[in-house]
């Protein structure tokens, strides 16, 4: 914190010398400055934006990259000035941040380029100003929820593990209709079902004229058809039984799917048919009985499974649960206070209908929502005047937590929009990621066929006329494929192609792979020998570009917290701020975690003699070593 | 609550919803009128200071030094003069454990010489160049003026209890050994028994300034901060 008023500290420790006098003990030797150098500017280039800056300020926050000796890594010696390849539209802030001390978030920027620029120069978030706090926060969230979103969509759509129990299978059925087409019907079944019993309730009310015998009663549908109805409710009942009681046996958490509100919804709509078949004969309690036909209403909520629109409508009222409280308590605090003068206002006159304040309720509400029956009116020219005031204030207090609540609203909904809009995007967006995957893996097998890795000489120069034309590769993709192919050696084996993987995967799927595995798994690192589920596989995908990957997760996890610890941020900085020899070991330190990884991954056809699995084992490197290229 | 009672309501209802429409009309002006005045304070508080020279004249700071702490001094305060608040806000970043409120108080009336409620720039670097390029006694001379608060000439023992909390209150409540009600109060006597010749209670200019030249910590400790430009 003093660090922004560091320009300040001559002064503090000049007034220092009021103390002196009145010191009880003698004080300590002053620190040596061991540089006296005058304060000098420093240039920093910032992908050629220059900023220039005193050195004090920057070494205001010694446990950042600007503000420490890691800066020197980044330092030109023929223009005197430190480079750094980055944006230099956010750098801005950074800069800021040092001189003022206050860290601020412009609006306009991606939230996830401001952080990765924060994680470079070694802030940390938590430290942004309470101006700027709020919006980055939103942001923050938003940009965590769009990953959750995808990262869950990615593990609904994942292929079905092969040893996933029929529980939960059927479970994923019931959660996701559209994974199978057995869910698909019994979706619909379901659905239709609701309809029909929802229908049936309806109609039964309905006179549908007279009974046979008795020619003067008029009669409803469901009493003239009682057969009839009461076979199609059992059918009904039926099915949402046996739906409630497989969807019991299927969820993960019986628990937790009991206490769930659409289980309850369940209960209570299959309820009053059971609890009739027990007290039909009891004429006692029919009238309960009629009164418990009416819960047989709540099977349309069941639709809410079907329709998210009604979910969100839901989901709105429980998140607006304080706002419609509010507009409930003063509704009626309102209507205590009209009803009470209302009454006192019409005692005086005859006839009026305005017998207790609890009469005088009615009043008060149907005047406040606007209603106006008209069945009560006020009469004395004192309980009108009170009577206009007690609308016009209806007006304002039930207007006042409405556009709450509709903001509320939309905002939910503009969120599943976004979200049913990326699930659209998301197949061309995984089509043309793989696409990129699969061209770089393509490539390097291009390359091999173009035979400039053979290793004979006379096809070299044989394809050196064919090789020249080929030499338009960039240094980079050639030195790319030398390591790819230092990688075939070492591993003996060799890239192809999906299909041939493909076909060899079927063969292999015959051979138990749990013992080879085995033999495999004490010689590689924990973290990535499984098995070669798709979820492993995409995460090793996401592993970011460098190969301090282990170490940049783990600060970015920590900036995400909100506790603010220091220490494994500065652990980071000293690595990289430890003298350059041992930056040399962690690289390679990786680079076999990599490899070993990939070994352990094509397990069974690694006990099979080396001649026949020289066609199906690099297949499995294939696959994983596209993942590798990747990085 | 008879009718007659209620029907004197309705008519005030009626009378306030009427003042309402007026006031809207704007032919009744509604009574906020301390608006106008705060726009005015916002202009006028800047300041620049006096030229380089004059003040490299003034004081014993070289150019350079005077540059430094301008830019300093400017950086925090970019109206040109510091109030007592920022003052204190700013000190008091420098002793987070504790409340350094009331010493910057007593501070900022030793730096405000001319006590016109701000510190501009050149009372700051007076100030500073008293403390940190100025004689012993220079120095003796500010610290005194430091402690005795109504500036009359004498240190009485009130005056001295209160500079001996503020100081305590710097230090906050974490402090080993616990700090006890009564420990301002003895070092304020041990200070007074020390300072005070003539024992008549108070400690005049003369008796501090001899007594703290025959103290050999307190004239070591004066030269502490010579560098700290």
Redesign the interface.
Known sequence: MAAGVAAWLPFARAAAIGWMPVASAPMPAPPRDKRRTQDGLIVLNISGTKFQTWRNTLERYPDTLLGSTERDFFYQEDTNEYFFDRDPDIFRHILNFYRTGKLHYPRHECISAYDEELAFFGIIPEIIGDCCYEEYKDRRRENAERIQDDEDNENNNDLVLPDMTFRESMWRAFENPHTSTMALVFYYVTGFFIAVSVMANVVETVPCGTMPNNRAKEVSCGERYALAFFCLDTACVMIFTVEYLLRLMAAPSRYKFVKSVMSIIDVVAIMPYYIGLVMTDNEDVSGAFVTLRVFRVFRIFKFSRHSAGLRILGYTLKSCASELGFLLFSLTMAIIIFATVMFYAEKGSSGSKFTSIPAAFWYTIVTMTTLGYGDMVPKTIVGKIFGSICSLSGVLVIALPVPVIVSNFSRIYHQSQRAEKRRAQKKTRLARIRAAKSGGANAYLQYKRNGLLTDSEEEASKEAGQALVCKSNPTFETQHHHLLHCLEKTTNHEFVDEQTYESSCMEVSMVKPSASRSSSLSSSPHGLSSCCSRRHKRKSFNVPNSTMAAGCRDSMQELSTIQIRERPLSNSRSNLNAKFEETVPLNSEQQPYITAAVISMPTPPVTTPEGEDSASSPDYSQSNIVRVSAL | ?N?EG??MI?VL??VVLFVKVLEQFGLLEASYDDSVEDELELSAVRHRPEGLEKLEAQTRFSR?ELQ??Y???K??CPSGVVNEDTFKD??S??F?QGDASTYAHF?FN?FDTDHNGSVSFED?VM??SI??RGSVQE??N??FN??DINKDGYITKEE?LD??KA?YDMMGKCTYPILKEETPRQ?VD??FQKMDKNKDGVVTIDE?IDC?QNDE??M???Q??E???
Do not use: D, T
Request: charged share 10%; hydrophobic share 65%; with cysteine.
């Open positions: 609550m009718l209620l029907e309705a209802v009626v350079k430094i702490l830019r300093g001094f950086n925090e700013i000190y970043q420098f987070p501070l030793a700051f100030g500073l403390l940190l120095k003796l500010w610290a430091l402690y001295m500079i001996m100081i070092h041990m200070f501090f703290c910590n307190i070591r400790s004066m502490l901060f560098n700290v430009i």
